[in-house]
């Protein structure tokens, strides 16, 4: 567990509002309101577990609550990406929805807040790249998901070297995946991540895998034991496009019923690219070592190959040549 804590890790799959700890959100509860009602409201959720996906969405109104003014948005960020450091994250790509909220902040103002903070935390933990992807959430409509994706593209263009691709996320069981609209996005360079299959939908499965996002969420119900799906499982590995993996997640949401029956043993033993991330670090009570060193034990995965994993996370990350040839070597010289 030394090991997975101290090997320099790569995170890709990590949503802000997810990712925010209990000192956070009590820290952004008290900036809220000045009383001491603060104290106790987030302390069960280190214990939670989910009866069903659904149940698992509804903590995020806990977060979003919180994060109502670029101040807080500000804030949470410089938390969130303080934590991944001291986890030993050397690379984070987070993803966000931008929000408004009446009278208080503009979507715009949102993401200015994520930058802001992402600048100032680069002076302050100068060994943790940070990058910001744009997420769409499919349950909030096409006008939504259009507002973002021009969003993104103002931000990429204003700020290259933080803004870098776009995210599909959201409740799986409503809305669409906006296919059409990401092709935009992406003849202007920007990089998207969809999420996929994490409820069973062959249709879709089959339209996003069609679409090559660069890379892929969690893929649930992709898999070779799965009835009917054998087909698709086909179909992704010859994709190639590598999925990011979200183990505690997946668990404590039910989506998977056991670590060995996860789509990881799956993928990884067809030598599929994969990388692992945390989803939500806050709401599943996690961090990155953590996953690895379920990796570790349940897996049976030794520390070459963790140090492999790592190394090849890089290689699919939304960073640049120079960027990652910089992280590579960082993660090789570590024993
Ligand atoms: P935010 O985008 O507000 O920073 O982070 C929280 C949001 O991320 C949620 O409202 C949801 O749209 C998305 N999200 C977080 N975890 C998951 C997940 O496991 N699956 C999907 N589809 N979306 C998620």
Do not use: W
């Not at 925010?20 to 900036?31: A, E, H, R, V, W």
């Not at 450091?85 to 993803?95: M, S």
């Not at 996005?185 to 499965?205: M, Y």
């Not at 043993?265 to 379920?294: Q, R, W």
């Amino acid at each position: 567990s030394e090991f997975c804590r101290k090997l320099p890790k790569v995170e890709l799959h990590a949503h802000l509002n997810g990712s925010l700890s209990i000192n956070t959100l009590q820290k952004l509860c008290k900036m809220q309101r000045s009383d001491t009602s603060c104290d106790e409201t987030f302390m069960d959720l280190n214990t939670s577990n989910f009866s069903s996906l659904s149940e698992c969405f509804k903590m995020f109104d806990i977060a979003h609550a919180l994060t109502i003014t670029p101040q807080a948005v500000f804030v949470a960020t410089c938390d969130v990406i303080k934590e991944f450091h001291e986890d030993n994250v050397i690379y984070l790509e987070l993803r966000s929805t931008p929000r408004a909220v009446e009278d208080v902040m503009t979507k715009t103002e949102y993401l200015q807040a994520i930058i802001k903070a992402i600048e100032a935390s680069k002076s302050k933990f100068p060994q943790i790249l940070v990058k910001l992807l744009v997420s769409i959430n499919r349950k909030q409509g096409y006008e939504s998901a259009e507002e973002n994706i021009n969003l993104a593209m103002q931000f990429m263009e204003k700020h290259p070297e933080h803004v870098v691709g776009i995210d599909l996320s959201g409740d799986p069981t409503e809305g669409d995946s906006f296919l059409e609209l990401l092709k935009t996005s992406r003849k202007v360079g920007l990089r998207i991540t969809a999420h996929c299959a994490e409820v069973p939908n062959e249709i879709e499965t089959n339209d996003i895998l069609k679409f090559k996002p660069d890379r892929l969420g969690h893929c649930t119900c992709v898999h070779p034991s799965l009835q009917g799906s054998q087909q698709l499982f086909d179909t992704l590995l010859e994709s190639k496009i590598p999925v990011e993996l979200c183990l505690t997640s997946n668990i404590k949401c039910k989506t998977v019923s056991s670590y060995m029956y996860h789509q990881f043993k799956y993928l990884y033993k067809a030598g599929h690219p994969i990388t692992i991330g945390t989803d939500d670090k806050g709401v599943f009570n996690t961090c990155l070592s953590k996953e690895l060193e379920i990796l570790s034990s349940i897996f049976n995965i030794g520390k070459q190959q963790l140090k492999e994993l790592s190394a090849l996370s890089v290689q699919y990350s939304f960073a640049s040549i120079e960027e990652k040839n910089n992280l590579t070597a960082v993660i090789e010289n570590f024993d």
